[in-house]
């Protein structure tokens, strides 16, 4: 499991945080079965950026498209918009946040997000990071992201903007809330309601650790909304309360809405600690429903243990990776409400020898499910192949009912490799949700993930995105490219088809 740091220690141990130009030619690439993807990220617009150094031993990697999150407008699946850090920092965040667009489903354009100094407008923070997307039901986009200060002070944003033309310009740039230290605001994610127009929810979690020592760290979910279609927002609010047990922190807040009903689900990682806040002794998903656009919320009901362990090349357990640990993916089936989240875990491990010749347990793909509105959850099922260290679970149901989930996974990876992390990215479907009719493809060229930017470990993001595209899905996920420290690694998406 990933143990994030009280806040007495984020100034000395580095935050890992997480205006249109021209059209750039799309690139393809291929996967096993021929399915042709389409390279997002195209040059570089902040290379000649020299602000947010924090630090002699601060290390950006130019070039490097990190952490990807894309969304669909539901009106036609060809407009697409997609998000991502752009120039990653060793030690917290990066560079700024930009975005690609299409019309086409195929041929990107890029835009700037406004949320760093690095672009053009841009909010007066040296650094964004944990960049999110969603579209409204009138086709308004909304984006989303944290901006980071590091010389000036301590501080970091929630920021919002909105797109009326698909994602070639950004308006309505603003600050939904802001902290200094010792606060300190993380992994924000964005939802458009996607039947009441004009509506979205961005929530996060707030730490405090004012002040430092045993029992003193809090960690609640935070809301802020828009009723307007972007333009103004609420203030932030607290809306998951983690004050009844000591040294609890909430992270991973994403909601889902079901539009049959209109229920709001917000699912999220609980995790308690010991006093000295260096070992983890209870960490559970939970998910809060709304009934009226988010202006109250339900006790958390619990949906599984999380029993995700440490991210590592299993080869040789020194080398850390960074990817989806205690992050939900949730989706919502349009047809029936049925609820479903896919995460991390090592249940299925149970200390057997891993791809590798790894020993102890490790990280799989797992999923759970309710079909009675998130009151009562089923036991975890295993979707990523046994014995397979398999890594950052997206999850999207089609009109049709297909549930489909995205990960990386180490199949590839030879015992006693330590020099390369052969990685690629896999779909696995289950129509109607049936584990029975289960397939599974990769979608991705074999990469070598210790190629990757290093920010708390090797970094493809926090996470990747998957949509569902028509009767199709679409991914947009990070591959790393070997021999290219001057461009690391770059962003795919493209539309597959599903049964």
């Not at 000036?152 to 740039?173: E, I, M, P, Q, V």
């Not at 333009?231 to 539009?259: E, Y």
């Not at 999923?367 to 509105?373: A, H, I, K, N």
């Not at 790393?480 to 690694?489: C, D, I, L, V, Y």
Request: proline share 8%; net charge negative.
């Amino acid at each position: 499991m990933r143990v994030f740091l009280p806040l007495t220690a984020l100034t000395t141990a580095a935050l890992l945080l997480g205006t249109a130009t021209g059209a750039t030619p799309a690139a393809a690439d291929r996967n096993s079965d021929g399915t042709p993807l389409v390279k997002v990220s195209q040059g570089d617009p902040y290379a000649k950026c020299t602000i947010g150094a924090r630090s002699p031993d601060s290390v950006v990697y130019p070039a490097t498209e990190v952490e990807p999150y894309l969304s669909v407008d539901p009106r036609d699946s060809r407009r697409v918009v997609t998000v991502f850090q752009q120039d990653r920092w060793n030690d917290g965040g990066a560079r700024g946040l930009a975005a690609g667009w299409t019309t086409d489903g195929r041929t990107f354009h890029r835009s700037t997000l406004p949320f760093s100094l690095c672009a053009p407008g841009g909010a007066d923070y040296e650094r964004a990071s944990d960049p999110w997307v969603s579209t409204g039901p009138d086709g308004t986009v909304y984006a989303g992201g944290e901006g980071v200060d590091f010389t000036k002070s301590t501080r970091t944003a929630l920021l919002a903007a909105t797109s009326r033309d698909g994602g070639r310009t950004w308006h309505h740039l603003t600050t939904t809330h802001v902290d200094e230290q010792p606060f300190f605001n993380d992994k924000p994610s964005l939802t458009a309601d996607p039947v009441r127009k004009g509506t979205a929810y961005q929530v996060w979690n707030r730490l405090d650790n004012d002040p430092p020592g045993p029992g003193s760290l809090d960690g609640p979910g935070y809301i802020s909304v828009t009723r307007d279609g972007g333009r103004t927002w609420s203030r932030a609010r607290q809306f998951v309360d983690t004050s009844g047990v000591p040294d609890t922190q909430t992270i991973g807040h994403l909601i889902v809405a079901d539009r049959r009903t209109g229920a709001l689900y917000d699912f999220f990682d609980r995790i308690t600690y010991a006093d000295d806040l260096t070992t983890v002794v209870d960490a559970r998903y939970q998910v809060v429903t709304s009934t009226d656009a988010g202006r109250t919320w339900s006790a958390p009901v619990t949906v599984a243990r999380d029993t995700s362990v440490p991210e590592v090349d299993p080869n040789d357990p020194a080398k850390l990776l960074r990817a989806g640990s205690t992050l939900p993916s949730p989706a919502v089936d349009p047809r029936t409400g049925t609820l479903y989240m896919a995460y991390e875990g090592s249940d299925f491990s149970g200390g057997t020898a891993g791809t590798g010749g790894t020993a102890g347990k490790f990280d799989s793909v797992q999923l759970v499910r309710s079909t009675d509105g998130g009151r009562t959850w089923g036991t975890p099922e295993l979707i990523s192949p046994r014995g397979v260290p398999a890594f950052s679970p997206s999850i999207a149901v089609t009109g049709r009912g297909t549930v489909a989930l995205t990960y990386y996974d180490l199949r590839f990876l030879r015992p006693g490799d330590t020099t390369t992390l052969p990685t690629a990215y896999q779909l696995a479907t289950l129509p109607d949700g049936n584990p029975e009719l289960r397939t599974e493809r990769r979608i991705s060229r074999v990469f070598d993930w210790l190629q990757a930017p290093y920010a708390g470990g090797y970094f493809l993001g926090d996470y990747q995105g998957l949509a569902a595209d028509g009767e199709g899905v679409r991914p947009v996920l990070t591959e790393a490219h070997s021999g290219a420290p001057q461009n690391r690694t770059d962003v795919y998406t493209g539309t597959l088809r599903v049964r």
